[in-house]
C-alpha cells in the first residue's frame, strides 16, 4: 500500500466517521452483508437460465419467481394467503405460549404440582406433535379448530420448558430475599421468579414462535383451502416450482419479521439486564 | 426486646452450627457477632431472621417466638441481593407495598437522602457501585422500619475508605429509627466502631465465649486509647477462643474422640 492509499483510506474513514450516525450505518452495513450471498448466488442462477445452461423448469429463476409473487399480489391472493398462515400462527402460538407460561410457572414454584405433572407433559413432548392429527380432526373437525390446536401445541413444549428449566435456576440469594419480606408463593411468582426469568421466558417464545411457523406449514399441508401451506401444496400438484419457491421465501420473511417484532417487543421488559452483550 | 434462649441447631449431617446460645438485647442496642470461622455466627442470625428452623431453644422479639421470616425483623445479606429487575426507588419500595404510593415515594426519597444517594431513583442496580448498591440495601433493609436489624457481613466486600463511609450511613440511619441491630462481622474494628457490645464466639460447637461492652460514645476515633483497649480485648477474647475450642476435650466426651 503506497503512502497515497493510506491518505485516500484514512480520508475515507474519517468521512464516514463524520456523518454522525455509526448504528444505522451498521446496521446498514450487516444487512448488505447478511444479503450478498443470496443475491449472488440468484444473480448467478438467473444468468445461468438466461444463457441457456439450464431451462429453469423445475428450479425457477429468479425473475419468474418474483413475477410469480407479484401476480399473486396483485390478484389478492397474496394477501389472503398471509392472513389466514397469520392467523392461524398467532391464534395457536398465543394459546401456546400462554398455557405454556402458566403451567411451567406452576410447575416451577409448586414441587408437588411439578411432580403431579411433569412427567405426563414430557411424555406428551416425547410424542411428535403431528400424531396428534387425527384426533384433533376427530375432536375439532377439519376446519381451523385442529390446525390452530396443532400449533398451540408445537408451542406449547418450548415455552413450558423454558418457562420451568428458568425458575428452577433462579438464583436462591434472590428468593431469600422474597423470604425476608415473607412474600407468599403468588407473590414470590410474581415478583421475584417471573420477573427473574423474563430473559430466559423471551428466548422460550422465540424458539416457541419458531415451532408455530413450522408447524403451520404441517397443518395446512394437510388439508386447507387458504395460507402459504396451501400454496405449497397447490404449486406441487399443478406442478408451478415458481409458486413453492415463493411460499418459501414469504414464510421466510414473515418468519424473520415476526421474530423482530417479538424481540423489538421484549425489548424494554429487558432493558435492567448486566449483559456483557446487547440482548440479542 | 430481643430475646435468644438456649438457641441449638445440627444440621442434617449431624455437625452442631450452634449449641445452647443465650443472649438478650435492649432495645436500640447494637451488638455484634465476631470469631472464627464456622462458630455459627450466620446460622445464628439466619435462625433470628427465621430463615431456618432452630434444633432447639427459642427466639423472641418482645414476646414473640420467630419460627418464620417477621415484619419485625430486617437482613441484610453479605451482598446487596438487590433485584436486578427494579429500580433503585422499586427496589427499596420492595417492603413497602402494603402502604399507599405516596408514603412509599416519600420513605424512598427519605431513605436515599439518608444513604447520600438522593436522585438515583431510577437508577437500574447495573449502574451503582458495590458500595452505592450496598447503602440501596440498607435502605431497602430499613424502609419497612423494622425492630430488629439483621447483619451479615455486610461490608466485607468493601474497600476500607467505602467501608468506612458505609460505617457512618448507617450509624446515621440507626439515630433517626434506633431499630435493635445485630451484626456478623469478621472484622475487630468494624465492631469496636459501631457496637455496644461485643459478643466473641467459640467455634465446634458455636457457642458464646465472652462478651465485651463498649461504653464510650460514638463517634469512635480509631486512634483514642479507648478504641484500642477495646480493640485488644476483643483480640485477646478471640485468641482464648480458638485456643481454648482446640486442646480441651468436652467433659462428656471420652478421650477417644480427641483425634486432634
Sequence with gaps: ?280 | MLTIEALTKTYAGGTTALSNVSLSMQAGEIVALVGGSGCGKTTLLRLVAGLDRPSGGSVAVDGNVVTEPNAAVGLIFQEPRLLPWLSVADNIAFGLKHLPRKEQRARVDFALMRVGLAGYNDRWPRQLSGGQAQRVAISRALAPEPKVLLLDEPFSALDAFTRASLHDHLLALWAAQRPTMLMVTHDVEEAVTLADRVVVMQPRPGRIFAQIAIDFPRPRDPLSDAFIAAKRRILEALDGSLSESRPKPKPDESPAAAWW
Design chain 1, 1 to 280: 500500500m503506497t503512502a497515497n492509499d493510506l491518505a485516500l483510506q484514512q480520508a475515507g474513514e474519517a468521512a464516514s466517521g463524520s456523518e454522525g450516525q455509526p448504528a444505522a450505518a451498521g446496521w446498514l452495513k450487516g444487512l448488505a452483508v447478511g444479503v450478498a450471498l443470496p443475491a449472488l448466488l440468484a444473480l448467478g442462477w438467473e444468468v445461468a437460465v438466461r444463457a441457456g445452461v439450464s431451462n429453469g423448469r423445475l428450479v425457477p429463476p429468479p425473475s419468474r419467481i418474483l413475477a410469480t409473487l407479484v401476480d399473486l399480489w396483485r390478484t389478492g391472493d397474496l394477501v389472503m394467503h398471509i392472513v389466514a398462515t397469520l392467523r392461524r400462527v398467532a391464534l395457536g402460538f398465543a394459546f401456546g405460549a400462554v398455557a405454556g407460561t402458566i403451567l411451567g410457572g406452576i410447575s416451577g414454584a409448586s414441587a408437588m404440582f411439578r411432580r403431579l405433572t411433569d412427567p405426563m407433559f414430557q411424555g406428551f413432548r416425547s410424542v411428535p406433535s403431528i400424531a396428534w392429527v387425527p384426533l384433533f380432526v376427530l375432536w375439532f373437525g377439519i376446519f381451523e379448530a385442529p390446525k390452530v390446536m396443532l400449533i398451540a401445541v408445537g408451542v406449547f413444549f418450548p415455552v413450558y420448558l423454558g418457562v420451568l428449566g428458568a425458575i428452577q435456576s433462579v438464583d436462591r440469594k434472590l428468593v431469600e430475599v422474597g423470604q425476608v419480606f415473607r412474600l407468599s408463593q403468588a407473590q414470590m411468582l410474581r415478583r421475584i421468579l417471573l420477573p427473574a426469568i423474563l430473559p430466559s421466558w423471551a428466548v422460550a417464545l422465540r424458539s416457541g414462535l419458531g415451532l408455530g411457523f413450522m408447524f403451520v406449514v404441517a397443518a395446512e399441508l394437510m388439508g386447507a383451502s387458504e395460507g402459504l401451506g396451501y400454496l405449497l401444496v397447490d404449486g406441487q400438484q399443478l406442478g408451478k416450482p415458481d409458486q413453492i419457491v415463493a411460499a418459501i421465501i414469504v414464510f421466510a420473511l414473515l418468519g424473520k419479521i415476526a421474530d423482530a417484532v417479538l424481540v423489538r417487543l421484549s425489548a424494554p421488559l429487558l432493558a435492567w439486564q448486566d449483559t456483557a452483550r446487547p440482548a440479542l
